[in-house]
């Protein structure tokens, strides 16, 4: 069977890292590409950074692969999260030989909520001087959040940490972690919990003693990108959005204006979005493939700047294809 696969490389790197991530699944199988434009240059074009299009293609294909929009990022991601009813982000963060890292042994998995916490957007001005934001945590979310990430855990051969801040947010992170732990209870899991904040501090010092983080929102918005400077920069930090029946694949990073158009973008975390994706659609072989090849480019090179050398992204391409 011919997968259908939405392309959106939106802005600034996104439009120099997909393409060596479609190159590369193409490599591996036979998936069918259709490429459909979102963010910064569309909206200048036609005042829309979404186009209806693009968003009822993330609905109707199997799986999008998405690089990064720039100031409207938050117009693209969040529609086209929700297209798709993604209730769960997984962020890996993994330290590869060949790359410097803060801490080679890091092998984490970040399960984050991904429709509420502090960016469900409900936030309203009371006068001119004060500004609110509710922070939303219902039941059935983090039940479901709460149950993949367990499975994800399980499945991979990860022992799991339920991070919270339910000493402070009695009300709703007591809902996240008696939920959580009423899910451990029925799939006879084993899990510890931590507060987010400490946890952030052990995260630095020994990441090794930590596998699946299951995280509110906001929390695993924010432990990943920190784990991402223990493992080697956000160059490498692949996410998968997913839903009942879609996913949405990206990297973690953004448009990175500052490098944008230079052809130095390191293309790994896309190309590992990429892999997340065969893994999504029932294709472990060429998951594997697409690792393996990543594992054996990073071990031996060529590296972009951001990892210390001077390859272009194009040379990194060819590395991977050569060995796929
Ligand atoms: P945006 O507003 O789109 O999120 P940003 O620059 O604020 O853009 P990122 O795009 O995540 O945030 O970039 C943060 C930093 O990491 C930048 O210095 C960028 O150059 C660097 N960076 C991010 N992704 C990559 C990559 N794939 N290769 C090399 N450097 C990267």
Do not use: W
């Amino acid at each position: 069977m011919t997968e259908t696969i939405t392309v959106i490389p939106g802005d600034g790197i996104g439009r120099e890292v997909v393409p060596v991530a479609v190159a590369v699944l193409d490599a591996v199988g036979d998936f069918e590409f259709t490429e459909y434009d979102a963010g910064d240059r569309v909206k200048e074009a036609t005042g829309e950074a979404l186009p209806e299009e693009t968003k009822r293609a993330a609905e109707e294909s199997d799986a999008t692969l998405f690089g990064a929009a720039g100031e409207s990022a938050a117009d693209v991601v969040l529609p086209l999260r929700s297209a798709i009813d993604s209730f769960a982000n997984v962020r890996p963060a993994r330290a590869y030989p060949g790359v410097d890292a803060l801490h080679p042994d890091a092998d984490l998995v970040f399960v984050r909520e991904n429709t509420e916490g502090v960016y469900a957007g409900i936030e309203s001005d009371l006068t001119e001087e004060v500004r609110t934001l509710t922070r939303l945590i219902t039941e059935p979310a983090s039940r479901a959040i709460a149950e993949f990430g367990f499975d994800y855990a399980a499945e991979h051969d990860y022992e799991v940490t339920v991070a919270h801040k339910a000493n402070v947010m009695r009300r709703t992170d007591g809902l996240f972690l008696d939920t959580a732990e009423r899910v451990a209870d029925e799939k006879g899991a084993d899990y510890e919990t931590a507060l987010m904040d400490a946890l952030a501090m052990h995260l630095v010092m020994n990441p090794a003693d930590y596998g699946v983080v299951i995280c509110p929102n906001l929390a695993g918005d924010m432990l990943s990108d920190l784990a991402a400077g223990l493992v080697g920069g956000l160059g490498l930090l692949p996410s998968a959005n997913i839903g009942p029946e879609r996913a949405l694949f990206e990297p973690v990073h953004g448009s990175a204006p500052d490098i944008a158009g230079e052809g130095v973008a390191n293309p790994v975390a896309t190309v590992l979005s990429a892999a997340m994706c065969c893994e999504f659609l029932e294709r472990s072989e060429s998951a594997e493939r697409i690792r393996q090849a990543v594992m054996e480019v990073l071990a031996d090179g060529p590296h972009t700047p951001d990892l210390g050398g001077t390859a272009a992204t194009e040379d990194v391409e060819r590395a991977l294809l050569d060995r796929l």
